[in-house]
Nanobody
Framework: QVQLVESGGGLVQAGGSLRLSCAAS????????MAWSRQAPGKQRELVARINSDSSTNYVDSVKGRFSISRDNAKNTVYLQMNNLKPEDTAVYYC?????????????WGQGTQVTVSS
């Protein structure tokens, strides 16, 4: 099994910044894509940003130019730098990844970290 441990959420005023971190651990697994999704109250969970093993990235349109995803492969850690935060960014942010061992791949998720942006 792979465990994902997130950190860095909190309360920030609009226009502020936060940096989320997520460390993946699990013996015998190789980590591929790493990503962040979020879920606001009453809304569906949405993919925010994804970084593949070749470091290519994808972002949802609403965060382009404000959020930046990066990873440290040596530490199996993914980061989400969030700048110019807006109240509509308020959500629980979840880290996930693809984890492969032998010929089996699955997608573990973290427990989530709350991000609240006040106006």
């Amino acid at each position: 099994q792979v465990q994902l441990v997130e950190s860095g959420g909190g309360l920030v005023q609009a226009g502020g910044s936060l940096r989320l971190s997520c460390a993946a651990s699990g013996d015998g697994f190789s980590i591929g894509t790493m990503a962040w999704s979020r879920q606001a109250p009453g809304k569906q969970r949405e993919l925010v940003a994804r970084i593949n093993s070749d470091s290519s990235t994808n972002y949802v349109d609403s965060v382009k130019g404000r959020f930046s995803i990066s990873r440290d492969n040596a530490k199996n850690t993914v980061y989400l730098q969030m700048n110019n935060l807006k109240p509509e960014d308020t959500a629980v942010y979840y880290c996930w990844c693809t984890a492969t061992r032998l010929h089996w791949t699955y997608t573990p998720w973290g427990q989530g970290t709350q991000v609240t942006v006040s106006s």
